[in-house]
């Protein structure tokens, strides 16, 4: 005789089952969890915001004046621009970088170009830029946190980084997050 089942029987959980389950519900909670609850998940992260600007390291583009690290501790407002001649977005972001320079001083570091691409690139569109250095390495990019070109960074008077904006500039990530930081950065001047 076959015994039936009693129904106050309960099944035993297998444990060792449910490890797999386990590991794979916190690679999930590590990998989205932090970039769920940012203030704002489209901008990527940045080690960089709040400290010192790092070291300029490039070299001079020929013919035109160059920047060092003190001229972004020298009390002004400035944005750092990488861009490149090869990258179609910093193409279209020149409009918004003129629009920018025609307020403060916009510094422009040329990455991983040819200097004679980046010298056509101004030329041809126009050089907004107060003063450039050439990254041909891109070592000073790596210093810098740099994602891809293009990216800006908005710098207090006294050299501490406010903002970094990775992408191109259009005219709603203008009025929207770079000229508040500017602001940001301007009042910590007072």
């Excluded at 076959?2 to 060792?16: A, D, F, I, L, M």
């Amino acid at each position: 005789m076959s015994e039936t089942p009693t129904p106050n029987k309960r099944k035993s959980v297998n444990w060792v089952a449910m490890i797999p389950v386990g590991l794979f519900a916190a690679l999930i909670g590590a990998f989205f969890g932090p970039g769920l609850f940012r203030d704002n998940p489209d901008a990527l992260p940045s080690t960089i915001e709040g400290r010192q600007a790092p070291a300029v390291a490039g070299v001079e583009l020929p013919g035109l004046a160059s920047f060092d690290d003190a001229t972004l501790r020298a009390g002004d407002v400035t944005l750092v621009n990488f861009w490149a001649s090869w990258c179609v977005p910093c193409r279209a972001e020149h409009p918004m970088i003129k629009e920018l320079a025609a307020q403060l001083p916009v510094y422009g570091i040329n990455y991983k170009d040819e200097a004679v691409d980046g010298l056509d690139f101004l030329a041809e569109l126009g050089d907004p830029f107060a003063a450039h250095v050439a990254d041909a390495t891109g070592r000073m990019g790596i210093n810098w946190g740099l994602y891809g070109v293009p990216e800006t960074y908005v710098i207090a008077g006294d050299g501490t980084v406010v903002l970094r904006w990775a992408g191109p500039i259009t005219r709603s990530t203008m009025e929207d997050t770079i000229k508040p930081a500017i602001e940001r950065a301007e009042a910590m001047a007072e």
